[in-house]
């Protein structure tokens, strides 16, 4: 797992409305990663002041009735 995710993440909310976007979670990530829960919550504890901040404006159950999110964000595993 890479920053690409995130990106990825974060491009496909640009110019949503706020109900429509994802918020950065675990589960997301290895929804769209495939990356076990572990390395992803690892990988996310490094980088938890920038993923609070991202996530800061988000309801707390904000990706619940959204699509897959492997559907609708397009990202690069090797990037």
């Known amino acids: 797992m890479n920053h690409a995710s995130i990106e990825a ?3 496909y909310n640009a110019g949503l409305e706020l109900s429509e976007q ?3 979670t ?3 990530l290895r929804q769209l990663t495939k990356v076990k ?3 992803v919550k690892e990988w996310m ?3 938890t002041a920038e993923l ?3 996530n800061s404006g988000f309801a707390p159950r904000q990706n619940t009735g ?3 999110p492997r559907s609708v964000i ?3 595993e090797q990037a």
Do not use: A, N
Request: no cysteine; net charge neutral.
């Open 37 to 39: 829960p572990g390395k």
């Open 9 to 11: 993440i974060q491009e």
């Open 45 to 47: 504890s490094d980088r």
């Open 66 to 68: 959204k699509p897959d």
């Open 22 to 24: 994802f918020s950065i």
């Open 52 to 54: 609070d901040s991202y």
């Open 26 to 28: 675990g589960s997301l």
């Open 74 to 76: 397009k990202w690069s």
